[in-house]
């Protein structure tokens, strides 16, 4: 409805000035606001003294993207992650919440003040030791599906880039899925994983949650396990919406470029689509495209939306996955074989098999550990393997 920007240090009693803490009540009044949100956090007291003064909540940054996550969850693993981070930050803030709520009701302080300090302290941690424990087995769980899927000898592709930048869309682009798409913030808070094919091979596409400036850690710890497919990716794609004004794409690269890092994902190849050419001339595209070659890695305009494009982008992330290797190999004709070639189908490019008496030839093309993987087998069979042909 409104907003007051104030250059000063912090004043301990509201955050901003007396003088502008006046205007704020004000405002409320003019407004008929039902919320006060600010940019900077706030702590306790000063959410409670805001509250006195103007009779409705004041939240903080970090607590305005808990409440977005909270109506965006769709899943039980996202939901007990945002659950994790909202206690987390509740326990730094008990000890000082519970002695404002028992001074008096504030709008926002939801009736605290019936709980005792200690209690309050170890009601929370336990809850927070449950979430974990949930957490934990769920991280398992997606560990073993991680295993599963490097069993099969598949690439994996993740996707990546700021909120609203047009991830999910190119997914479903790339996947032909249909996994929800719209314009408000932070669609997808949990993985989707689906298999791609690309040139006649198979690779594992990833959407994850969308990054944003100043993520707060403890949103990017709770979020960890969601976050980490990407540190297990051979190729990140990383979506950037260049419909936006240069200087806001630069912010939200660099934003992109650092959680990428603080992840623990440096090293893996990344390739960046410039999406949403649709909304802009040519020129346009061609200029803001020039500007962003130094920051923006292996970059692709497209549009998501209007599939402008994805064949070249289907191209460059083939050039930019692990070069795969072409092999051969020759086995006795037995079940013991038929089932192992069946089994190969399924997992690699098989390009040629010939049968020469009771023998069969069959060459293939895979990244290199999966053709090791193949290799061993073969030996255990009683056949020959060749490294190239």
């Known amino acids: 409805m409104d907003e007051i920007e104030q250059v000063r240090e912090a004043d301990p009693r509201y955050q901003i000035g007396s003088g502008k803490a006046e205007e704020l009540v004000d405002l409320v009044a003019k407004y008929n606001a039902e919320k006060l949100i600010f940019d900077n956090e706030l702590k306790p007291v000063q959410a409670y003294n805001l509250a006195k003064i103007t009779g409705v909540e004041a939240i903080d940054r970090f607590q305005l993207i808990l409440e977005i996550f909270s109506k965006r969850a769709s899943t039980a ?3 007990l992650q945002i659950e994790l981070a909202r206690l987390r930050y509740e326990l730094a803030r008990a000890k000082e919440r519970v002695r404002l709520a028992r001074m008096e009701e504030q709008p926002g302080f939801m009736g605290l003040g019936r709980y005792e300090v200690d209690l309050y302290h170890e009601t929370v941690r336990r809850r927070i030791r449950s979430i974990r424990d949930k ?6 769980k997606r560990g073993l599906h991680r295993a599963r899927r490097l069993e099969l000898g598949f690439s994996i592709l993740s996707l990546a880039g700021y909120t609203n930048a047009g991830k999910s869309s190119l997914f479903n682009i790339l996947a032909g899925e249909e996994v929800p798409v719209d314009s408000t913030l932070f669609t997808t808070l949990s993985t989707k994983t689906s298999t791609v094919v690309l040139s006649a091979r198979k690779v594992l596409l990833t959407d994850t949650v969308g990054f944003i400036d100043r993520l707060p850690l403890k949103l990017i710890e709770a979020f960890r396990s969601t976050l980490e497919e990407t540190i ?3 190729v990140i ?3 950037v919406d260049l419909s936006e004004p240069i ?4 912010r939200k690269l660099s934003v992109c470029l ?3 890092q603080k992840i623990g994902a440096t090293g893996i190849r990344i390739i960046t689509a410039l999406n949403k050419i649709d909304l802009m001339e040519d020129n346009e595209t061609a200029h803001k495209t020039e500007i962003l070659r130094e920051l923006a890695p292996n970059s692709m305009p497209i549009s998501a939306l209007h599939k402008t494009n994805i064949a070249q982008l289907r191209e460059q992330i083939i050039d930019n996955l692990e070069e795969h290797i072409e092999a051969s190999f020759s086995l006795p004709m037995e079940d013991k074989s038929m089932s192992f070639l069946s089994w190969l189908f399924n997992r690699v490019d098989v390009h040629e098999v010939k049968y020469r008496g009771d023998n069969m030839d069959v060459y293939f093309e895979s ?4 053709a090791d993987k193949v290799k061993e087998r073969v030996k255990e069979l009683g056949g020959t393997f060749n490294a190239s042909f």
Do not use: G, H, Q
């Not at 200087?247 to 630069?250: F, L, P, Q, S, T």
């Not at 990244?367 to 999966?370: E, G, K, Q, S, V």
């Open 258 to 260: 650092d959680t990428i």
């Open 77 to 79: 693993e996202a939901k």
């Open 232 to 234: 297990f990716s051979d």
């Open 237 to 239: 794609l990383l979506v």
């Open 247 to 250: 200087d806001e794409i630069k």
């Open 135 to 140: 957490l934990k087995k769920i991280r398992k």
């Open 367 to 370: 990244i290199p550990w999966f």
